[in-house]
């Protein structure tokens, strides 16, 4: 099994530039989740989805929209790009219920926003 | 919300001591601790996890422990090796829903020969 793909690994954008990650899961999961993680803080929850067609806000969504239009797919959009969106960004998904709380995380895309 | 604070930043031992890393968490009905391991480039895995109604849990060399009253939880790395050079996170959730970890800042940990 692959797990979470993400792609693209590495992305240079333009301030104001768009762009869209995507997230594809093999496992079957009900829930996944955007974070990014920044030096010093830790991964912050940007959005996360409960199921196929749903998606909620986390901690920091401002500049970001999310579709769950496929169970096995998780996409984060950035409309437009700015140099505080400059981060590494991972996907997660896991089970939903207590006792498969675990999550299983891609590789990573890493952006930078010039 | 909850908050999860984890000391130290970095911590660096000697190849075959014990290893501490400990994190405190705010709210009182978070109920799943887990820890997850991050090696250069990758994705964070998850190593160990605990559950409020326990207060300790081994895997072989690793260990967390959790004391709810004073809300916090710690991972114990023993007989360390350097393919445990990482870096560490640990986080906290509530089941509402969905299970949205919350994480702690990093912990890089060095093992040297």
């Known amino acids: 099994n692959a797990g979470v793909t993400q792609t693209p690994k590495f992305r240079v954008l333009k301030t104001g530039q768009s762009m869209t990650l995507l997230c594809a899961q093999d496992?079957?999961?009900?829930?996944m989740y955007w974070y990014r993680q920044d030096p010093g803080m830790g991964l912050r929850l940007i959005h996360y989805s409960v199921g196929e067609g749903t998606t909620a806000k986390g901690e920091v969504p401002d500049g970001y929209n999310v579709s769950r239009l496929k169970k096995q797919n998780f996409l984060l959009g950035l409309e437009s790009a700015a140099p505080s969106q400059t981060s590494v960004y991972f996907c997660?998904?896991?089970?939903?219920?207590?006792?498969?709380?675990?999550?299983?995380f891609g590789s990573g895309t890493r952006l930078t926003v010039v | 919300g909850e908050n999860v604070e984890q000391h130290p930043s970095t911590l660096s031992v000697q190849e075959g001591d014990s290893a501490v890393i400990k994190c405190t968490y705010s709210d009182s009905a978070s109920n799943y601790f887990p820890w997850y391991k991050q090696e250069l480039g990758k994705g964070p895995q998850l190593i160990i996890d605990?559950?409020?109604?326990?207060g300790e849990k081994k895997d072989q060399r690793i260990a967390v422990t959790l004391n709810k009253t004073a809300k916090h939880f710690s991972l114990h790395i023993t007989e360390t090796q350097p393919e445990d050079s990482a870096v560490y996170f640990c986080?906290?959730?509530?089941?509402?829903?969905?299970?949205?970890?919350?994480f702690g800042q990093g912990t890089r940990l060095t093992i040297n020969p």
């Open positions: 986080a906290a959730s509530t089941y509402q829903g969905a299970q949205k970890l919350v």
């Open positions: 605990i559950r409020s109604n326990v």
């Open positions: 496992m079957n999961h009900e829930y």
């Open positions: 997660a998904s896991s089970y939903p219920g207590q006792g498969t709380e675990g999550y299983t």
